[in-house]
């Protein structure tokens, strides 16, 4: 990979926007059935949530690969942050009145669990020599 592609593989701010603009968009998918401004909103709250969770993930799973060591290490940091995502999407969802949440948030918890596992995966090593650990 190159230099630049790699900075912009590992930019925090690419993967906030690049979070914000494709679940904002499911969001807005997903409860399009629903009168406006539903979901217009639901998809603005989703793309928000979408890109301040793609931070904590981020964030987080660097802190707990931290903590960790052997194979825990490799399923523990994206467990713990996913179970904190659903819960503030479950809360903040309901709080705003999107209509369909689990619709809403079935797909940004697929892409961001499947995220946090890759992107542990890629900063844990993932190799034979961690399980040892």
Avoid: D
């Amino acid at each position: 990979m190159s230099g630049r592609l790699k900075a912009l593989a590992g930019s925090s701010i690419v993967h906030v926007l690049f979070a914000f603009l494709t679940m904002g968009g499911w969001a807005f998918f997903a409860n399009r059935m629903h009168p406006m401004p539903r979901p217009l909103i639901s998809g603005f709250v989703q793309g928000v949530l979408s890109g301040c969770l793609t931070l904590f993930l981020k964030s987080v799973v660097e802190a707990l690969a931290q903590r960790f060591r052997g194979l825990i290490r490799l399923w523990a940091p994206p467990l713990i942050a996913c179970l904190g995502s659903a819960t503030i999407l479950i809360v903040i969802h309901a709080l705003s009145g999107t209509p369909e949440i689990l619709k809403t948030i079935a797909v940004p918890l697929l892409v961001s669990s499947s995220y946090a596992a890759i992107y542990n995966y890629s900063i844990s090593g993932g190799s034979r020599r961690n399980h040892e650990r």
